[in-house]
Structures are given as C-alpha cells and as structure tokens.
T-cell receptor
C-alpha cells in the first residue's frame, strides 16, 4: 500500500519568503507528526496531531512555524519569513494511534534550502 | 525525556553479526526501548521495541539487560542494505507523553563487502 508521501521533495527559497510543505499520511492513520533534521543530527520533534487538532506543538521553534490538518488527513507545515537557519530536511510521520506503542511510519522528507 | 548513549559509528563485514549497544541508565519503569534506523536519503523506519524481555522479529533481535540500563540491537547477518544510522529511543507508554520520538545522534553503521 501507499506509504507517507511528502511534497515537494526539494524546495529552494530566498530568505524572507513564505513556504508550505505538504504531508499525505497513510490512509486511516489518525496521528501525524512533523520532525526537522539538520545535517548530521537526528530528527527533532516539531508538532503532532491527533485527528484535526494539534495535541503537542511544543517543538515548534518560534511563531514563524505553523501547521494545520483541517480534515484530519493531509497536513501542511507553514514557515513564514524563512531564515537561513530553517534549512533542513522536514520529515512527516503517521501512526495508527498515539502513545508509546504505536509504530511511526516516515515519509522521505522535504529538503528545504533557504538562500 | 530519558537520555540514551550510543557509539557514533561502528563497522561490520557483510554476512557477519552486528551488535549495536545503547546505554540508558536513567530509564523509567514505563519506558519502552525502541530502535529505528535511517537509510541514506530516506526517513527513519521502525526496527524493533521491547520492555523487559528479549525480542525477535524478522529484522533484528533486541537484548535488554536485566536492570534495563542498557540494550543491544543484534543484526544476525549484516547485508550492505543494513548500512544506516541506528537510533535507540526511549518512549513512555502513555498516550501523550509517549507520542513523540526523541532521537539522539545514533550510530552510523558501515557494512563492508
């Protein structure tokens, strides 16, 4: 079956611009997660959704970052006024439910480069 | 979140077993030990998890120390496709508290032909 998909695979933008990154989770998965991975580091948690609501957004670095999941399926991560330090691979994952026993399935990521 | 410590890198030869260690001396009683791996240019993928007893699945085995302060991921016969970064992660079983994955830097496994 189809796994988690993310679009675009690569995004190059200029400092100060607005970007949107999209995630399509596995059908039927109620939980959706966003992580960010800088070069040579492990992924860092940003936010997760249970259904349509953000259950934990404590990992968002500042108010330039925002994510939505209006219908409980597709999610969009939005970054305003991008900075060079936002350059990273943004990973999305989904799982059947939340909690420590649910396997998370990851997409291939979107590589964001801010010039 | 409780912290895990792993070697930065390890090397193995193809067809040989690989033992990847992880220390987690501050593990709590409700923490599960999870392993994920990340192949080059891909997102992480689940490998295995356990609580107290040793676990086996088609990908690997997980050996957990009796005091649960350390564990070892065992790949029985390494293949070139197993070259990846392996992450040892503690997850609380709770619905909210256990939802996020807290990654460290992991162990970069190199498999030599």
């Amino acid at each position: 079956g189809a796994g988690v998909s993310q679009t675009p695979s690569n995004k190059v933008t200029e400092k100060g611009k607005y970007v949107e990154l999209r995630c399509d989770p596995i059908s039927g998965h109620t939980a959706l997660y966003w992580y960010r991975q800088s070069l040579g580091q492990g992924p860092e948690f940003l936010i997760y959704f249970q259904g349509t609501g953000a259950a934990d957004d404590s990992g968002l670095p500042n108010d330039r970052f925002f994510a939505v999941r209006p219908e409980g399926s597709v999610s969009t991560l939005k970054i305003q006024r991008t900075e060079r330090g936002d350059s990273a691979v943004y990973l999305c994952a989904s799982s059947l439910g939340t909690g420590g026993l649910n396997e998370q399935f990851f997409g291939p990521g979107t590589r964001l480069t801010v010039l | 979140d409780a912290k895990t410590t792993q070697p930065n890198s390890m090397e193995s030869n193809e067809e040989e077993p690989v033992h990847l260690p992880c220390n987690h001396s501050t593990i709590s009683g409700t923490d599960y030990i999870h392993w994920y791996r990340q192949l080059p240019s891909q997102g992480p993928e689940y490998v295995i998890h356990g609580l107290t007893s040793n676990v086996n699945n088609r990908m690997a085995s997980l050996a957990i120390a009796e005091d649960r302060k350390s564990s070892t991921l065992i790949l029985h016969r390494a293949t070139l496709r197993d070259a990846a970064v392996y992450y040892c992660i503690l997850r609380d079983r709770g619905e909210t508290s256990g939802s996020r994955l807290t990654f460290g830097e992991g162990t970069q496994l190199t498999v030599n032909p």
